[in-house]
């Protein structure tokens, strides 16, 4: 059993439409080095947030047992921190990026996988094709890799959550990379 903390941070502001946020998790032993590389992967893709748009890093959050996903009580940092986009604020609110984690783990038959959204993105980082600009890709797959470890030892996990109150399990993520093609996040502006 790992205790796992869940580290959700926040959208709100300028083109954000609905409740927002991008959830991540770590164990006890990596969660100030977490805090530290979420705060600085969000600062490191400042310039492809519209203008208006906050994204906040915790400073609380829940701790769940990765088997079974019973709460087992919360965790608390003076390490949280607000991130303001610096890019254009024009952006088409439902649309954005999709940062793909693998973990290299299998669970039964199945790879281990998991995705952010980065919703909404400056219209700045659009290419004329319409997916994202190869530049702006390479970026925001540069601060992935930072964010997942910085100095070569992974800080976040995987959850595969239960299911009946048994059978999860969590895994480091050891790789990232960031989509060319548009995500599109319909369920904000139901």
């Known amino acids: 059993m790992t205790a ?5 941070c926040n959208w709100t502001g300028g083109a954000v439409v609905g409740a927002a946020s991008s959830t991540f998790h770590t164990d006890t032993q ?3 080095r977490a805090l530290t590389n979420i705060t600085a992967f969000w600062n490191a893709i400042k310039t ?6 906050q994204i906040t890093t915790p400073s609380t ?17 003076p390490n949280g921190a607000a991130t303001f986009g610096s890019g254009d604020s024009k952006a088409a609110s439902p649309c954005g990026g999709l940062l793909r984690l693998e973990t290299g783990v299998l669970v039964g038959r199945r790879a281990l996988r998991g995705h ?26 540069a601060a992935a890799f930072n964010l997942l470890s910085g100095d070569g030892d992974f800080v976040l996990k995987l959850w595969h959550r239960p299911k ?16 060319a093609k548009v995500a599109v996040l319909k369920s904000r502006r139901d």
């Open 116 to 141: 952010i959204f980065l919703v909404p993105l400056s219209h700045i980082v659009y290419g004329a094709d319409g997916g994202l600009d190869p530049n702006y890709q390479s970026q925001i797959t």
């Open 61 to 77: 959050g829940k701790v769940y047992d990765d088997v079974t996903g019973l709460p087992q009580g919360t965790w608390s940092s």
């Open 30 to 32: 990596h969660l100030a």
């Open 4 to 8: 796992l903390h869940e580290l959700k």
């Open 48 to 53: 492809t947030l519209p203008a208006g748009v």
């Open 164 to 179: 009946n109150g048994a059978g999860g399990s969590s895994s480091y993520i050891n790789s990232a990379s960031c989509s």
